[in-house]
């Protein structure tokens, strides 16, 4: 039996809208027809159409640190508002920031205890913090972003572009590479990022997958 079934005359499948029996068990979507029994059906009505949730990867959360600003109650309610069901962390605006084992487990503590939908996380690559980035990747991000230029943040150091070349031999997960003043970092010369004009750089890694379906009002995941 099904934990959960959404019944929809109009719901998005494969780019597609089409009537859908969606089938939970275990917070895992495991069908889409026929319609099984269910501890719980949801019948959406006529007018409804049931999309997907959204995945918002690059998310400022000021927690722990100033909250007032933007903490994972407040911004976890707001995505969910929005059919944002899942929200990525980026590394620099809490205190600490997300630089360490150690860091990252407040944060993710600090999710547990207020976010209504699932978290996931950046960490960061700053000078120093090479022989963290395993343990990161071991701790549960999902990849790395670095800095070639001031970030705005003391704590959050830009990198040189050696440090840039060991993080990304580091482990193999993404990595973000944030730039945004000229003649400082990577340039032409080393044909990566261009003239510098553009912010970001992502770097091809190998995440697991998301597997995990939640109801927006469900438990947050760390």
Do not use: Y
Not at 166 to 171: F, Q
């Amino acid at each position: 039996m099904l934990d959960l079934r959404i019944d929809a005359a109009a719901a998005a499948v494969d780019g597609d809208v089409r009537p859908a029996a969606v089938g939970v068990r275990a917070g895992v979507i495991v069908s889409l027809a026929p319609a099984e029994p269910a501890a719980e059906v949801v019948a959406l009505g006529p007018d409804e159409v049931l999309l997907p949730g959204l995945v918002d990867t690059h998310v400022h959360i000021d927690e722990p640190g100033p909250s007032d600003l933007e903490g994972f109650a407040s911004a976890s309610r707001a995505g969910a508002a929005g059919g944002v069901t899942t929200l990525v962390d980026m590394p620099l605006d809490s205190s600490p920031v997300t630089t360490s084992v150690a860091a990252l487990a407040a944060k993710q503590a600090a999710a547990r205890a207020s976010a209504t939908v699932p978290v996931g996380f950046w960490g960061g690559l700053v000078p120093g913090n090479l022989a963290e980035l395993p343990a990161l990747a071991d701790a549960g991000v999902l990849g790395f972003k670095c800095f070639l230029s001031g970030s705005g943040n003391p704590e959050f150091p830009p990198v040189s572009f050696h440090e840039l070349l060991a993080g990304l031999a580091a482990c193999a997960l993404p990595l973000q590479v944030q730039r945004e003043r000229r003649g400082r970092g990577l340039g032409p010369q080393h044909g990566r990022l261009g003239s510098g004009a553009g912010p970001h750089a992502a770097r091809p890694g190998h995440p697991a997958p998301l597997r995990r379906v939640d109801r927006p009002a469900g438990p947050a995941a760390a």
